[in-house]
């Protein structure tokens, strides 16, 4: 199956600083990245898709102040939260869309954020 | 509006047993169904999917059923192992929506040897 590698898996912060977490496609060129959230027990959420070369399109209810996303390369999508404060702490979990694989989404393994 | 939902929070079954997993969606536009397993810490992996054309797709032990006039899906794992053991979640989107994955709120599957 295609890879999909997220970069951390996890981090600890302090509230107020800003926190990068990077989504890369290893096997395939992807155009379209999706970012989803998930708080403990639910589901996941999606909170944006990423574009190559674009701007990002985000969800109702995400503020994309907060929630940055750069789409730089056909491999590479970045998410970075701003000024991040302890309702940030979730998991977060990229994915993307391999050519020819239909409606199927390839995952990263997430990243813990905790904002503390 | 939870779209998509997995009234189960948790299901326990003995090895060798079925497991049943259920799904009900809301959404009549969603024409393709996925299941995916996830474990602690770690992100989804694929496990098998539908069409609406269909009413039943096989791979190996896992099988989907779709009740399109029910709007309910379900995933038979059959024999159950104990390595089966995570959540299982099911999502559903519809054509043209590539990647736009509505997910249910994830079962808990518990196969104890």
């Known amino acids: 199956g295609a890879v999909v590698s997220q970069h951390p898996s996890r981090v600890i912060c302090k509230s107020g600083t800003s926190v990068k977490i990077e989504c890369r496609s290893l096997?395939?060129?992807?155009?379209?990245m999706f970012w989803y959230r998930q708080f403990p027990k639910q589901s996941l959420m999606l909170m944006a898709t990423s574009n190559e070369g674009s701007k990002a399109t985000y969800e109702q209810g995400v503020e994309k102040d907060k929630f940055l996303i750069n789409h730089a390369s056909l491999t590479l999508s970045t998410l970075t939260v701003t000024s991040a404060h302890p309702e940030d702490s979730s998991f977060y979990i990229c994915?993307?869309?391999?050519?020819?694989?239909?409606?199927?989404?390839?995952f990263g393994s997430g990243t813990q954020l905790s904002v503390l | 509006d939870q779209q998509v939902k997995q009234n189960s929070p948790s299901l326990s079954v003995q090895e060798g047993r079925i497991s049943i997993l259920n799904c009900d969606y809301t959404?009549?536009?969603?024409?393709?169904f996925l299941w995916y397993k996830k474990y602690p810490a770690e992100g989804p992996t694929f496990l098998i999917s539908?069409?609406?054309?269909?009413d039943k797709n096989e791979d190996g032990r896992f099988t989907v059923f779709l009740n399109k006039s029910a709007k309910h899906l379900s995933l038979h794992i059959v024999p159950s192992q104990p390595g089966d053991s995570a959540v299982y979640f099911c999502a559903a989107t519809y054509s043209g929506n590539t990647g736009k994955l509505i997910f249910g709120q994830g079962t808990t599957l518990q196969v104890k040897p």
């Open positions: 096997d395939f060129q992807a155009t379209t």
């Open positions: 959404n009549s536009m969603f024409d393709y």
């Open positions: 994915s993307a869309a391999k050519p020819n694989s239909g409606e199927k989404l390839f």
């Open positions: 539908i069409s609406s054309i269909k």
